[in-house]
T-cell receptor, first 115, second 109 residues
């Protein structure tokens, strides 16, 4: 595997389910991100992990819970979601250097539908 | 805060037409600028970048020049193909990444 991978690619869940999205990067980067992409809305940054520490949480509801067990893996745990949470969830990674964060590399996304 | 504004779509062109997608930015300091492309059913892919004023990024026939005086980074291609149909995002990086809203391009044969 190369680049950034995400599983599953598609997920349908009910509002009472608990599920997790997985992201893995094979680029040796030290920062990882979760984005939400909804139809006709700008890309929304949800969480940022740098050196496995959460450094940003953009007022995301607690029904979304991120986990970064190591620099290569990032999870997004989902529980009691709402239909408006249906979207494409994108994971990205980048390298934090002395000059700041370099460009981000994205995975293919997980298309989530909440019934 | 820093922000990116790009032209609203959708943009529909015929094959071999000239493409321009406008992008302007607001930032303190000297950000790096990027264009990403998202093909249907896929994530964003880095198309090109420029890290300082007057730099020209280019890839796959696409070009964009970092214009500090006009705070712009317009994307151009001389002759588009049907396979260029996608959503294009302008972005900047200073302390963090900021993305534009995206411009959907459809190229018809």
């Amino acid at each position: 595997e190369t680049g950034v991978t995400q599983t599953p690619r598609h997920l349908v869940m009910g509002m009472t389910n608990k599920k997790s999205l997985k992201c893995e990067q094979h680029l040796g980067h030290n920062a990882m991100y979760w984005y939400k992409q909804s139809a006709k809305k700008p890309l929304e940054l949800m969480f940022v992990y740098s050196l496995e520490e959460r450094v940003e949480n953009n007022s995301v509801p607690s029904r979304f819970s991120p986990e970064c067990p190591n620099s290569s893996h990032l999870f997004l745990h989902l529980h009691t979601l709402q239909p408006e949470d249906s979207a494409l969830y994108l994971c990205a990674s980048s390298q934090l250097s002395s000059g700041g964060y370099n460009e981000q590399f994205f995975g293919p996304g997980t298309r989530l539908t909440v019934l | 805060g820093d922000s990116v504004t790009q032209m609203e779509g959708p943009v529909t062109l015929s094959e071999e037409a000239f493409l321009t997608i406008n992008c302007t930015y607001t930032a303190t300091g000297y950000p790096s600028l990027f264009w990403y492309v998202q093909y249907p059913g896929e994530g964003l892919q880095l198309l090109l970048k420029a890290t300082k004023a007057d730099d020209k990024g280019s890839n796959k026939g696409f070009e964009a020049t970092y214009r500090k005086e006009t705070t712009s980074f317009h994307l151009e291609k001389g002759s588009v193909q049907v396979s260029d149909s996608a959503v294009y995002f302008c972005a900047l990086r200073s302390d963090d990444m900021r993305f534009g809203a995206g411009t959907r391009l459809t190229v018809k044969p």
